[in-house]
């Protein structure tokens, strides 16, 4: 579904700042696959990120997505097949208008856009059922401002509204780090429901070591700009934080500096 073949990006090409975020990184994603992507400050993750979703040019290797090559379309010609969801809970969504109106945004993406703008009885109904799966309450109050929700809330309204088309690839960047634990941990639960209702294949960048591993069905871990670890199936599900670790430590020659994902 997500085919990555050697690609490179430098920022600041031929200058002093030159620095090389991706280096001949190759991955790919089966139909269904949630993979989880780990790495220290500067590993690329965020960078690989951007790079599937059109916001940076690659300058060298192939972006493919469902069999079609879209290593060099713009970002908003990829956000037809792509779904998307930020660290920080304002993006994603219109603070000024209602939490249907949002929905029916983002129902219609891709869309055409004539006069009668209307959200109809079908699309409200609908909207209404998609919201009371999360459980938050938000069914009964779909006219609110989304402005006036709460960063919980507000990503898990922006998650859903990601998903109600069934991107052919979920891009979700360190989704649940701005938010307190409790309700990172039920953001999280509402995104594996999600993905596996909806057989999304997936791409979640996170810090925290322990999410990376009790969440998907591959790890991937990164490293200055390459792809160090990708550990899946039964082998995933027996990983410890300190098996992970170990593991860095001996594919990189160096010990994980990052308290962040460590203390997490």
């Known amino acids: 579904m997500l085919l990555v073949n050697g690609i490179y990006k430098v920022f600041n090409a031929g200058t002093v700042n030159e620095k ?3 280096q001949d990184v190759s991955v790919e994603l089966k139909e269904g696959d949630f993979v989880t992507l780990i790495g220290g400050n500067g590993a690329g993750k965020s960078t690989l990120l951007n ?13 493919l997505i469902d069999n079609n090559d879209v290593t060099r ?27 249907e109106e949002n929905l029916a945004l983002a129902y219609r993406r891709g869309q055409r856009r004539g006069l009668k703008w209307g959200i109809s009885r079908k699309e409200r109904e609908l909207f209404r059922q998609q919201l009371k799966r999360l459980e938050l309450g ?48 039920r953001v999280l639960e509402i995104t594996e429901q999600l ?7 997936t ?9 990376a591993i009790r969440h998907g069905n591959r790890l991937i871990m990164m490293h200055e700009g390459r792809i160090i670890l ?35």
């Open 20 to 22: 090389t975020a991706l």
């Open 51 to 63: 790079c599937v979703a059109g916001v940076y040019g690659v300058d060298r290797g192939s972006i």
């Open 73 to 99: 379309l713009p970002e908003h010609k990829r956000a037809a097949v792509l779904g998307r969801v930020f660290q920080d809970p304002m993006m994603g969504t219109a603070a000024n208008m209602g939490i």
């Open 138 to 185: 938000l069914e009964d109050r779909m006219t609110v401002k989304v402005g006036l929700l709460s960063g919980g809330q507000r990503q898990a309204l922006t998650l859903l509204m990601a998903t109600l088309k069934k991107p052919k690839v979920l891009l979700l960047d360190e989704h649940t780090a701005a938010l307190d634990p409790k309700t990172a941990n």
């Open 195 to 201: 993905v596996k209702e909806n057989n999304l294949t």
């Open 203 to 211: 791409l979640m960048v996170t810090h925290n070591m322990r999410d």
């Open 230 to 264: 990708d550990i899946n199936g039964q082998e995933k599900k027996k990983l410890t934080v300190e098996d992970l670790l170990e593991r860095f430590g001996r594919v990189s020659g160096e010990e994980f500096a990052n308290d962040r994902a460590l203390l997490s």
